[in-house]
């Protein structure tokens, strides 16, 4: 069988074509990165968790009507999603403040804040991904402002179902990033959920002791990754109580 082509390989993912035209396989790799990336390790399994987290936040958005780029998984680490050009932007919602709006604004971490409050970041790690304004995307054409409208939009929804999902098992979301993709239907474009959704890319805290559930563990010396993570798929039942991540092919006497 002919080696698939690689289209990008990033710090926690690489991007093949996919089998048929439209689609795209994403792989979730072990390796786990901070502060654009001055910080690395590889956590064993992590792509496993992510994987499966991944397709269970997208299957539910999915059935909720918010339109992602997830068609199905595949195996242990890979998925088949729908490719589109990716609007260069991280599109964050923040419930409660944390991370660098703490740092930003002088707001004790964990400080509820007075609703959901969405912020852009321009896409472009040789930068650091800069906070940016809608002024910025219009004027350097990054997005229109009915793709911002559309941006926004998608953003709350997902929001709402991934608040509702976590409180049910114990967790707080205190925020998370999202990317946005274009698809095109002849001259028509939409623009639906695409990257990954996970423990990488949310915060997590459990409701009752603030325990850190996510890649926060990693970017802070808090414990081990994995267990957080695992700790998340156990309480949304998307991994069996017992079951430690397989991560490769063990032999059997
Ligand atoms: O670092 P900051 O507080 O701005 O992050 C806000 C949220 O966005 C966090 O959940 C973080 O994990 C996520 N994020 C991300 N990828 C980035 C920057 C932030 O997933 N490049």
Redesign the pocket.
Request: aromatic letters at 4%; charged letters at 50%; a negative charge.
């Given at each position: 069988m002919a080696r698939r082509n690689k289209i990008y390989e990033g710090k926690a993912k690489i991007i093949y074509e996919g089998p048929e035209a439209g689609t795209i396989v994403q792989y979730f790799k072990d390796d786990a990165t901070a502060f654009?990336a001055q910080k690395k390790d590889v956590i064993e399994g992590k792509g496993v968790l992510n994987n499966r987290l991944c397709e269970y936040f997208m299957v539910g958005l999915n059935q909720i009507g918010v339109p992602t780029h997830f068609i199905k998984r595949l195996n242990m680490r890979e998925q088949l999603c729908k490719s589109c050009e990716i609007v260069p932007l991280?599109v964050?919602v923040?419930n409660y403040a944390?991370?660098?709006?703490?740092?930003r604004l002088g707001l004790e971490e964990g400080t509820q804040l007075p609703r959901p409050i969405v912020?852009y970041?321009y896409?472009d790690d040789s930068l650091g991904?800069p906070?940016v304004s809608e002024e910025h995307i219009a004027a350097f054409g990054w997005a229109s402002q009915q793709d911002m409208d559309d941006i926004l939009s998608l953003a709350l929804r997902v929001n709402d179902f991934l608040s509702g999902v976590m409180y049910g098992v114990g967790i707080k979301l205190?925020?998370?990033?999202i990317e946005i993709g274009r698809v095109y239907d002849g001259d028509y474009q939409r623009l639906i959920v695409a990257d990954e959704i996970s423990p990488?890319?949310?915060?997590l805290w459990d409701m009752e002791t603030g325990q850190k559930l996510?890649?926060?563990v990693f970017r802070r010396d808090l414990g081990n990754l994995a267990d957080a993570y695992t700790e998340v798929a156990t309480r949304l039942g998307v991994m069996p109580k017992t079951s430690t991540p397989i991560t490769k092919p063990t032999l059997i006497n």
């Open positions: 654009n991280e964050i923040r944390a991370g660098t709006m703490s740092k912020e970041c896409k991904d906070l205190i925020d998370f990033k990488d890319s949310c915060r996510d890649k926060d």
